[in-house]
């Protein structure tokens, strides 16, 4: 039976896994662990689940990820870790991520894990940021023997995988339990604290030994596309959190994404998700050089999005009252990039014609919100609008205070955001511990 791309992927049954599970070569120095940004070990989980170890495959992958349920519904696993197993030369790969979402399911009745706490506290970290970063950073410290304090701005732990990711990609229940689990770590956790309104980085610099700042990137870049200022133009991450909140029960149709990126799929599906019958999304360059995964460029055809390549948006088209009738675009070709870069969009003279459209949803990219880069502007900043780091040890510019997750790297995948902060974990743990030793 062919599945619903607008539900959840159903959980393997325990004989099912068993079974995909024993298709597992074991391959010696895996390619499948390489390709996973947390270097989780995939066949040592695999094993676990082949003798019915339920509890015993979930340790395995906590010891690299803390959401691995979260991560088994989201990751792009067709260019990750299912993208590098060996079984796809002799067939189709390993269905790792149905094989890790079922152990973390499975697992999670018996798991145990209780927190390595040293025989007194080896220091106090404020983690600033409820998202998969500072959940994965508070995870580690305090599995090492840290006094963690999370702040988050707003009700909810989760960032972007409560706000933005739609449900029919990540089931809310699914995401809670795996933040319980990291709460009950003895996690101490403060919402309805923002940075820069509620308190400040010198406040905590002042009160914990090390600070991490994860907050990602909270605000939409605005395009420059003449007309935009008036209604009918939407932000994708606002359309998201509306439609995740169920404050979002249809759009006027046609509906107009600009965008290439995963945002952009998200908010092109999430249209059709909530009835919208006409969706369209225009990218400037080809269909394969979107930066969304493969995965996710397929399912937006799957649903009906209408994909509208090389073509550019150059301005909204309004009538006298300022109502919007449509996107004004041009069609472009691709230039190959004489240094090997990404080949060049450029305009094809005489193509503009108007899209008619009942609202656009500008899905450009991310940055850090305004009170963050305010609260912020004493750290160094990269031209990219990211937090500058190093890269050893994610410490910023400022001693004792690091970064990870999209606020460092620039927006990314959920486990690249862990990854982040599972590193600057570790720097922080190397800091306060040299600190103390003196």
């Given at each position: 039976m062919k599945r619903d791309p607008l539900q959840p992927r159903p959980l393997l049954r325990p004989a099912e896994a068993l079974a995909e599970a024993n298709r597992c070569q074991g391959c010696v120095d895996a390619a499948c662990r390489k390709g996973c940004p947390l270097a989780v070990d995939v066949g040592a989980f695999i094993r676990r689940i082949r003798t019915g170890n339920w509890?015993?495959?979930?340790?395995?992958?906590?010891?690299?990820?803390?959401?691995?349920?979260?991560?088994?519904?989201?990751?792009?696993?067709?260019?990750?870790?299912?993208?590098?197993?060996?079984?796809?030369?002799?067939?189709?790969?390993?269905?790792?991520?149905?094989?890790?979402?079922?152990?973390?399911h499975y697992g999670a009745e018996t798991f145990?894990?209780?927190?390595?706490?040293?025989?007194?506290?080896?220091?106090?970290?404020?983690?600033?940021?409820?998202?998969?970063?500072?959940?994965?950073?508070?995870?580690?410290?305090?599995?090492?023997?840290?006094?963690?304090?999370l702040f988050e701005r707003t009700d909810m732990l989760g960032g972007a995988l409560t706000w933005w990711i739609p449900a029919y990609r990540?089931?809310?229940?699914?995401?809670?339990?795996?933040?319980?689990?990291?709460?009950?770590?003895?996690?101490?956790?403060?919402?309805?604290?923002?940075?820069?309104?509620?308190?400040?980085?010198?406040?905590?610099?002042?009160?914990?030994?090390?600070?991490?700042?994860?907050?990602?990137?909270?605000?939409?870049?605005?395009?420059?596309?003449?007309?935009r200022v008036g209604p009918g133009v939407l932000d994708a991450l606002e359309v998201l959190e509306q439609a995740n909140a169920g404050q979002l029960q249809d759009l006027p149709e046609p509906v107009v994404v600009?965008?290439?990126?995963?945002?952009?799929?998200?908010?092109?599906?999430?249209?059709?998700?909530?009835?919208?019958?006409?969706?369209?999304?225009?990218?400037?360059?080809?269909?394969?050089?979107?930066?969304?995964?493969?995965?996710?460029?397929?399912?937006?055809?799957?649903?009906?999005?209408?994909?509208l390549i090389l073509l550019r948006p150059i301005e909204y088209a309004r009538d006298v009252?300022?109502?919007?009738?449509?996107?004004?675009?041009?069609?472009?070709?691709?230039?190959?990039?004489?240094?090997?870069?990404?080949?060049?969009p450029m305009d094809v003279p005489g193509s503009e014609f108007i899209l008619s459209a009942g609202c656009v949803i500008e899905a450009i990219g991310q940055k850090a919100d305004d009170m963050a880069q305010r609260a912020l502007a004493s750290l160094k900043w990269t031209p990219e609008g990211t937090l500058a780091i190093d890269s050893a040890t994610g410490q910023t510019s400022l001693p004792g205070v690091f970064a990870g997750g999209d606020l460092a790297s620039g927006a990314g995948t959920a486990a690249q955001a862990i990854a982040g902060g599972l590193a600057a974990a570790e720097g922080i743990a190397r800091y306060i511990r040299k600190h103390k030793a003196r």
């Open positions: 509890a015993g495959a979930l340790r395995v992958m906590y010891e690299r990820n803390p959401l691995p349920e979260t991560c088994a519904f989201i990751c792009p696993v067709e260019a990750m870790c299912e993208g590098k197993c060996n079984s796809g030369q002799l067939g189709y790969p390993i269905r790792i991520a149905e094989l890790q979402q079922a152990a973390a145990k894990r209780k927190a390595g706490m040293a025989a007194e506290t080896t220091g106090a970290v404020a983690v600033v940021g409820g998202g998969p970063a500072g959940l994965a950073c508070a995870a580690k410290l305090r599995l090492d023997g840290f006094e963690v304090h990540l089931p809310r229940k699914t995401l809670q339990e795996e933040i319980q689990r990291i709460v009950d770590l003895g996690v101490v956790i403060h919402t309805g604290q923002a940075l820069g309104r509620d308190i400040t980085l010198a406040d905590l610099r002042g009160r914990f030994d090390a600070v991490f700042l994860g907050l990602g990137l909270g605000a939409d870049r605005e395009s420059q596309i003449g007309g600009i965008g290439g990126g995963s945002t952009a799929i998200d908010a092109a599906v999430t249209a059709r998700y909530l009835g919208a019958k006409e969706v369209y999304l225009i990218y400037r360059r080809g269909f394969v050089q979107m930066p969304a995964w493969p995965g996710e460029r397929g399912r937006a055809v799957e649903v009906g999005v209408h994909v009252d300022g109502r919007l009738l449509g996107v004004r675009c041009v069609r472009t070709k691709l230039e190959t990039a004489a240094n090997g870069g990404r080949d060049t």
